[in-house]
């Protein structure tokens, strides 16, 4: 292997030394106390959760400022990292077109624009195959639905939360967020006229659902506590003063959700709460008549609902673990019969009904996968890929009729890739790849440069934990090279393994990039869930360290080069193991992270909290979780030991894990943690996803691969030669 000692041009390494930074922010210390079961904790942070307070406001820029100076050593890596993902990107690209009637429905990204446009075009006499175009260039014939950029003017952060065009496509609704705080506003399109209409519905959830007429929009509306709880009809051309609620849930700890089956033929209203699910149903074509229960709710119970045609397909957990099908006729949907029984071994994600075929979404071995049955129960076969780690999944498939199935496919060297399935035969084609450009070195990309692997390390209760690894050919497995390792752990959600071109830029330089799939997420089944979740939470941190352990002893990366990163509820992740094995690391990235756990799920005011105790347990009424959670809550078990660098980053309109969590937290850190440093980057016009413009989620991603690339390696870092450039090749 050739190597070359790798210094990014103008780079001054000297940020790394806290002895020559600046003094970090001294946030003011206001001792405020809580007390539950008996125990009396001091938070002396407490004021930062006011948002309008104006020393707030002044703690986060003073933060902001103190983590630009920082980092401004990273400044040319940065620049350079950011290029290299702008480069690698084809900018402007086009989505497959997914049919839907007589119109194929795509977007577009067009270079130098943040936002997509989105799309259709009339499906040409014949054509079955989607159309496609060069460099993402309009297609003939194209009528622009919506243009996120003409939107975006004048605000600093835009999301599109609904898009949902009517059955008689003639209708357009949509919505947008120009804060980051997931309050949307609906508005409707004419698309045969191209006018907005004057109908305005603010305060909304993200989703909505149309009545098969078009003549209503269904739609949902939040508490106080942000909890989606409300359904509601607006009549298209009516004030939204004039909507009719539908459908009220009173239970704090079930969130409600809208939407219309594949078919059209019902409108669906979800009502969950972690563990249990209740479905209501009305005919789509009388949106005036009321909803109907599919079976009343059970403890425990978790199903959806799919319209079969003839039947509904029943997807469910009653008396089975990881799942499974059963079908029930439409006048009875109490009435389940089982079609696809449970498997100890096979988790059962979800099913999509077609007129003559099934395809089950399920998890198996830590891998994803599809399977097809005939209606006619004739024969079934899987939908199967050779590569060690991937992930494959369904595909937008609106039409009932349809004979080919949509399915997204990537692994961590194959570019997502949307395939379509001939269900009668099995036969994929394989309608695109995405583009990954030359570098600005102009080295092509090549999977067969890279290496992926499939590693199992042992959990401290001696659980093997799958790890999906890939690092460019010819890695050193000395321990010498620097790594990024990333994980989750929580609401059974998984980390399947994906291409990034942000982490080419790592790769290249040497990096080992590993994500560890812990308990609390959904990898290996249901039981991994449950045994990383309420009383049983620590497996998920001692699972990520003992992941990291895994990577040292084989000589993948050492400690002291060994980054860790995670978000949201994998934010809480990085702060408890941080205080479990600080020596385990050499840096930490926490994005949006939920540090102050315990205090937040001790308000039932806040966001989400009811909600969260089937997840982590109720600390408010139980004292054993209370001190459960004590015990591994990150902000409260900061203390004086050394701890390894930390990039916290926050917006501050942020719903789900608010931006005093992390403020509290790095305060902490500043005021009695060795270590170090401590810094914090607060997104003031964000939320929970960060920036929202494209180009300026990359420049934010480059920063902290900048960050990262220096804080595992620093002036010592390899780099690796093309492989194209060495000898022989």
Not at 66 to 88: H, P, V
Not at 102 to 119: F, I, L, M, N, P
Not at 163 to 168: E, K, L, Y
Not at 527 to 533: E, F, L, N, Q, R
């Amino acid at each position: 292997m050739v190597s070359k000692p790798f210094r990014p041009p103008s780079l001054d390494w000297a940020f790394m030394s806290t002895d020559l930074l600046p003094e970090p922010p001294s946030a003011k210390q206001i001792p405020s106390q809580r007390t539950f079961h008996g125990d009396t904790v001091t938070d002396e942070y407490a004021w930062l959760a006011v948002k309008d307070d104006p020393d707030t406001i002044d703690y986060l820029r003073a933060e902001n400022a103190y983590a630009e100076a920082a980092t401004a050593g990273l400044d040319s890596l940065t620049d350079q990292i950011f290029g290299e993902i702008k480069a690698r990107t084809q900018e402007s690209d086009l989505s497959v077109p997914v049919r839907k009637g007589d119109w194929w429905h795509y977007s577009r990204t067009v270079e130098g624009k943040q936002y997509a446009v989105h799309c259709r075009r009339a499906v040409a006499p014949g054509e079955v195959i989607p159309p496609t175009a060069a460099d993402g260039q309009p297609l003939p014939g194209e009528e622009e639905l919506l243009d996120g950029n003409e939107l975006a003017v004048g605000h600093d952060f835009f999301s599109l939360g609904a898009f949902r065009s009517s059955p008689d496509q003639r209708w357009l609704a949509y919505s947008t967020d120009f804060s980051g705080n997931e309050r949307f506003t609906i508005r409707i399109k004419d698309l045969e006229t191209g006018e907005t209409l004057p109908d305005e519905i603010p305060d909304t959830f993200a989703g909505c659902a149309w009545s098969r007429d078009a003549s209503a929009l269904f739609y949902v509306t939040v508490d106080a506590a942000w909890r989606p709880y409300r359904v509601w009809r607006h009549r298209v051309g009516t004030p939204a003063e004039q909507d009719t609620m539908v459908f009220e849930e009173p239970d704090e700890r079930f969130h409600v959700y809208v939407g219309l089956t594949r078919g059209e033929r019902f409108v669906l209203i979800k009502s969950a709460s972690v563990l249990t699910t209740e479905v209501w149903m009305c005919d789509a074509a009388t949106p005036e008549a009321s909803f109907s229960v599919v079976t009343p709710r059970r403890q425990g119970v978790d199903y959806d609902v799919e319209d079969a045609g003839d039947q509904l397909l029943i997807l469910h957990n009653h008396g089975a673990g990881n799942f499974e099908i059963a079908t029930a006729p439409v006048t009875e949907p109490a009435a389940w019969t089982p079609l696809v029984p449970h498997r100890a071994d096979t988790r059962l994600l979800s099913v999509d009904a077609f007129a003559d075929f099934i395809v089950v979404y399920f998890r198996r071995d830590g891998l994803t996968g599809l399977r097809v049955l005939r209606r006619d129960r004739i024969g079934e076969h899987e939908i199967a890929f050779a590569e060690p780690v991937y992930r494959v999944g369904p595909g937008a498939n609106p039409e009932y009729q349809a004979s080919r199935f949509r399915l997204s496919y990537t692994s961590l060297v194959t570019p997502g890739s949307v395939y379509d399935c001939d269900m009668a035969t099995g036969e994929l084609t394989l309608l695109k790849r995405q583009p990954v450009l030359p570098s600005p070195a102009g080295e092509e990309y090549r999977p067969e440069d890279y290496e992926q692997h499939r590693e199992w390390a042992a959990g401290a209760d001696g659980t093997r934990i799958p790890i999906s690894l890939v690092c460019r050919r010819g890695t050193p497995r000395d321990g010498s090279a620097p790594a990024l390792l990333s994980g989750y752990g929580s609401y059974e959600i998984s980390r399947d393994p994906s291409f990034s071109i942000p982490v080419l830029s790592l790769l290249d330089r040497g990096f080992v990039y590993a994500i560890a799939h812990i308990r609390g997420g959904g990898e290996m089944g249901r039981s991994w869930y449950t045994d990383g979740k309420m009383l049983r939470k620590k497996n998920t941190f001692t699972d990520f360290i003992a992941c990291a352990q895994h990577l040292v002893r084989q000589g993948w990366t050492s400690s002291d080069r060994l980054v860790a990163r995670g978000g949201s509820a994998g934010g809480l992740l990085m702060g408890a193991v941080a205080n479990m094995a600080p020596e385990a690391f050499a840096g930490i990235v926490a994005q949006v992270p939920f540090v102050d756990a315990l205090t937040t799920i001790l308000d039932p005011s806040l966001p989400l909290t009811v909600t969260e105790w089937e997840e982590w347990g109720d600390p408010l009424h139980d004292p054993e979780v209370y001190a459960y959670m004590k015990a591994y809550t990150p902000y409260e078990n900061v203390t004086g030991q050394v701890y390894p660098p930390i990039f916290a980053l926050t917006g501050l309109n942020d719903t789900r894990v608010t931006y005093h969590e992390p403020a509290k937290w790095i305060a902490r850190l500043q005021s009695v943690a060795k270590g170090g440093p401590f810094l914090l980057k607060t997104e003031m016009e964000a939320g929970h996803g960060g920036r929202s413009g494209r180009y300026d989620a990359w420049r934010e991603e480059a920063l902290v691969l900048a960050w990262i690339v220096i804080t595992a390696g620093g002036p010592n870092l390899l780099v690796i030669e093309p492989l194209s450039d060495r000898t022989g090749s």
